[in-house]
């Protein structure tokens, strides 16, 4: 019996066809064709003569022009007609498909559009170039018009939010805006904020830049943040290493006025701030300032005179700036004209000359801890055992650091050295000292270069929060509390390949998993519903509903809490985490031995399973595809102890914003004596994106998904690979399938 395909096949049919990667967790490739002949359940396809491959890591596997090749009906896709192919919203395509899909947006793209509606989602493919696109005279193309009426635009998105919290008394909007690390989301945020400064009375993009408006001041804040929270990594030079949530409030009295604004931030990435990974960069702030110290003498003071002679060994002379293989990042291009920029833009948001030089010392002391070492002293070397610690640091200027470090918090010299060298145990009522390892004093270390720098970023975004609300303004709030619209700029989902997924990527995808679950339930589930209630003949689609997904993260027996269980014993290890997490997690084959843990073949309905040749390996499959972690660092990573000695030793000060510098964030517990106290930064996470979401399910949402269309950042350079693998990682590919059932 003939199949679908093979029934509209006939010879000169266009079709596309699917090629079979070499490796099985590779997307598959499709190329253009003709039918030649359809016969004994097999199609014969003649690849289009125009048809060259593409550069990309499959393009050994496909087929040369003209080449003749047969496939299995399951390998064939029907093309478009000519006249839809290139269309604006792809819901209007006769025939909806991967290859379809694809090709519909390289057809775009390659003559130079960038946005495509799939549904209620904008796709935005990042040119790596700039575009004559928006002008104001293309704002005012947009302004009063509905969504549908002209071309896909970022303003689109942009006037659809803005019109609807106006036209429905003050109804909150969000924009969601996502996508990997380079795929413009920073730039479409700023586009996003253009319109509505735009939209504010008497403000015009032709009048030029206006330099006391809130929109300015989101603008201007951008390099400050981007200082204190980007970093280079293997994939992008100026990564955002955290997600921001922007609160834009309007007066409801004005037409729209932008009257004032607020940034959330949250998971700040703390590891990086340590040790940065192989070929990967600490946050930029770190290297703007040493590199800008020849040309800023006003801050040598907070350096020793042998730190100074040391500018010439450049990055590599500090060991928070060099990678975990050791060797320190050369400076990006730039760096020292960004910390002019950096500097311009504290003035801009307020930050007063005392207060960055209270940023700027803090800084120093931060770098001055990371050149501190630890080591066993001689009696316990010779007993044999690690016991008592002494601060030494290469070059003999220990107790010179440690002064100026003390010098710079305004702390006790004394008691910030014990701090590394012992802790308080409390036993029933008795109090008692006991002496650190020189392990143990480092982690401590650790710890307070990570309390410090976490929340001195906490600080500069409480700066920009306080100058993002004009004081003529105060009195509008009041009446403005629903008029505002969210724009949440949040890194997409991520994977590194099969063994290089760590606590980050576990966190990333975990937020991505509580978005797309309020996309299914905002979009698909909305959809099928209203249909039903109207009575209107529906066949309910298949979707990926995530909710099990989530349990497993969140659940009692979850990932988070198992994680967090491990994370309070000190003997815990990656293989012991996975132990407990495949245990709990991955459903038993009927019949399996006891103890036998679950393979990615055995189980299709757990959403955990184990990989067969690594026990520090965990997998889980998410809605955008299975993902393997590798739990070498998730204990560290999830450990973010509070050690009351630290807190109180801040809180002690005499530097006010030191003693200061704890209000800006989470509580951070009591700063009494007793041991250190456990925080887990996954559950810390868990709890702000909750926050977060209620914030969301509380507006309208209207969703932006930025793509990346090649890695090599080359103009209009389209790789169908690596857009394929975004587009289901942003739910686009779902979105498609209903909007058309």
Known sequence: MSTEIEQSCTVGTPVFVSLTPKHAHDAPVYQLG?????????????????????????????????????????????????????????????????????????????????????????????????????SQEMIDHYTNQPINKLSPHVYSIAEDSFRTMLMSNGAPQSILVSGESGAGKTETTKFILNYFAAMSEGTRLSDGPATTGVHHKIIQSTPLLESFGNSKTI??????????????????????????????????????????????????????????????????????????????????YWNILTSEGGKGMDGMTGDENKFEKTLKAMKICGVSTEQQSAIFSLLAVVLHLGQIQFTADAEAKARGVEGD??????????????????????????????????????????????????????????????????????????????????????????????????????????????????????????????????????????????????????KFIDFNDNQACLDLIESRLGVISILDEESKFPKSTPKSLCQKLRENNIKKVPGSKPGQTVSLDDSKTSYMFADRFRDDVFGIRHYAGDVKYNTELFLDKNRDFVIPSQIALIKASTVPFIAGLLSSGPSTGSSSGGAMQFSSVASTFKASLNELMKTINATQPHYVRCIKPNDSKQAFLFNSERVNHQLKCGGVLESVRIAIA
């Open 34 to 134: 003709t039918v030649v002949s359809v016969q004994n359940s097999k199609i014969q396809v003649q690849i289009d003569p125009e048809e060259e491959p593409e550069a990309n890591p499959s393009s050994e596997i496909q087929l040369t022009p003209n080449e003749v090749q047969t496939f299995n009906p399951n390998q064939v896709f029907l093309r478009n007609p000519k006249d839809i192919e290139g269309c604006d919203d792809m819901t209007s395509l006769s025939y909806m498909h991967e290859p379809a899909i694809l090709f519909n947006l390289k057809l775009r793209f390659l003559t130079g559009t960038i946005y495509t509606f799939s549904g209620p989602i904008l796709i935005a493919l990042n040119p790596y170039s700039d575009l004559p696109i928006y």
């Open 235 to 316: 994939r992008n030079d100026n990564s955002s290493r955290f997600g921001k949530f922007i609160k834009i409030q309007f007066n409801p009295n004005s037409q729209g006025q932008m009257i004032g604004a607020s940034i959330v931030t949250y998971l700040l990435e703390k590891s990086r701030i340590i040790k940065p990974s192989v070929n990967e960069r600490n946050y930029h702030i770190f290297y703007q300032f040493v590199l800008s110290l020849k040309n800023h003498k006003e801050y040598h003071s907070l350096f020793l005179d042998t730190d100074i002679a040391g500018l010439d060994q450049g990055i590599e």
């Open 389 to 538: 610690t002494a601060v030494t640091l290469s070059g003999g200027d220990a107790e010179a650091r440690l002064k100026l470090i003390s010098t710079l918090l305004g702390v006790n010299m004394e008691t910030l050295s014990l701090i590394f060298t012992e802790k308080t145990v409390v036993a029933g009522r008795e109090t008692y000292k006991v002496k650190l390892s020189a392990s143990q004093a480092q982690s401590v270390r650790d710890a307070f270069i990570i309390l410090l720098y976490s929340h001195l970023f906490l600080k500069v975004v409480s700066f920009i929060n306080a100058n993002l609300v004009p004081a003529q303004n105060f009195a509008n709030l009041a009446n403005a509390n629903n008029y505002f619209i969210g724009i949440l700029d949040i890194y997409g989902f991520e994977t590194f390949g099969e063994y290089n997924n760590g606590f980050e990527q576990f966190c990333i995808n975990y937020a991505n998993e509580k978005l797309q679950q309020q996309f299914n339930q905002m979009i698909f589930k909305y959809e099928q519903q209203e249909y039903v209630k109207d009575g209107i003949e529906w």
